[in-house]
């Protein structure tokens, strides 16, 4: 049990450097050795699979493992995190190695050879490496049309670098919740202390918005898994719900029509955000000489600022629009429900609004 557990340790190494730039140093004897190690776990995920003991150990290794080699760095992603991706592991080191661009000719030439070996070469298993691998083309394909065409209105998707660590985020946060036992706040909170503020506020914008159907591609791999992105998204829900500063930091500096397109998504996001902006308008008062709504403290917003934000959030589908109007109505009310401008801020909003001012 020990030296199979050695080699389940030393094949997720290699399956974790398969993604960074040291595989410009891999000749075609190490591709080849790599991809023999693979089918030999897949050999023992077939073997065990059943065994409920031996699943326990091996499930239990490869996450201690994680959690000694971990990173806050939500780009580098370990290599096998459960038994289950031991079925798959040869897809697994074949897509990380096909989308290396660091590979040498010769090694790239070899692992060709390793997906497309030929007519009349032998296979153990039913499915050949390569119809797996185009089976998972054809799906990822038909995900990427979904996503391009149910999410075109929202910049911050279409942009790929951002998009990109969205998704490495969703899984890293999966990843953290499995292995450690305080969850992923603290690792959000570390991201959020030491990562540049603007665009990881577009980060954790895009991890919300994407579809639930889009996972990040290599957890399509490992069967059983849980849907990461949708899971994902509700921890980072939580984890803005949870500290409050965070929160009003998010609906502060976040672009308008975006964080409204986030909020259109997260129903408590946008119940929080609403209280928000009722903070805000308070703190608003009729200046009678220059006919306007002024701020009398600096952590406001202008009444320019909260009309915006009340605007886009009108514009929004059902139910975010009615959620906000009622708001708009709810306030106008307590407020003595005035018709008269100058008297209520939620009036003025609501005139506002209605004449498109």
């Known amino acids: 049990m020990e030296s199979l557990l050695r080699q389940l340790e030393h094949f997720s190494q290699v399956l974790a450097v398969s993604r960074t730039t040291h595989v410009s140093s891999w000749d075609p004897t190490t591709v080849r050795r790599a ?7 897949r050999h023992i995920h077939r073997r065990f699979g059943h065994h409920v003991r031996i699943r326990a150990v091996l499930e239990q290794r490869l996450q201690s493992q994680w959690k000694r080699e971990g990173s806050f760095d ?64 054809r799906r990822r394909a038909a995900v990427h049309l979904l996503r391009c065409s149910g999410f075109r209105e929202n910049s911050v998707i279409q942009d790929s670098l951002v998009r990109t660590q969205a998704e490495l985020l969703l899984e890293r946060l999966w990843e953290v919740r499995k292995a450690d036992a305080q969850g992923p706040s603290s690792f959000l909170s570390s991201l959020w202390q030491h990562v540049p503020r603007d665009h990881f506020l577009k980060v954790i914008a895009a991890a919300l918005l994407l579809p639930p159907s889009v996972r990040p591609q290599e957890e399509e791999l490992e069967l059983g898994a849980p849907k990461t992105s949708e899971e994902g998204a509700q921890e980072l829900a939580q984890w803005l719900l949870g500290k409050s500063d965070n929160m009003t930091t998010f609906c ?32 608003l008062y009729y200046d009678l000489q220059r006919g306007i709504w002024v701020g009398v403290e600096s952590q406001g917003v202008s009444w320019e600022e909260l009309y915006r934000r009340f605007q886009s959030l009108c514009k929004a589908p059902p139910p975010l629009k009615d959620q906000a109007l009622k708001v708009l109505q709810s306030c106008k009310a307590q407020d003595g429900d005035f018709e008269v401008p100058g008297l209520s801020i939620w009036t003025d909003l609501l005139l506002a609004l209605e004449s498109g001012a």
């Open 252 to 283: 502060r500096n976040l672009p308008v029509e975006l964080l409204t397109s986030v909020v259109g998504c997260c129903p408590d996001l946008a119940r929080v955000y609403l209280g928000l902006l009722t903070d805000w308008g308070r703190l």
């Open 35 to 41: 991809f023999q190690w693979a089918r030999y776990l």
């Open 74 to 137: 939500p780009a580098l992603v370990p290599g096998l995190t459960n038994f289950q991706a031991l079925g798959r592991c040869d897809l697994l080191l074949s897509l990380r190695l096909l989308e290396n661009r660091a590979l040498g000719d010769a090694a790239c030439h070899c692992l060709l050879q390793q997906l497309f070996p030929g007519p009349g070469v032998p296979d153990d298993d039913e499915e050949t490496l390569q119809d797996r691998l185009a089976h998972l083309v």
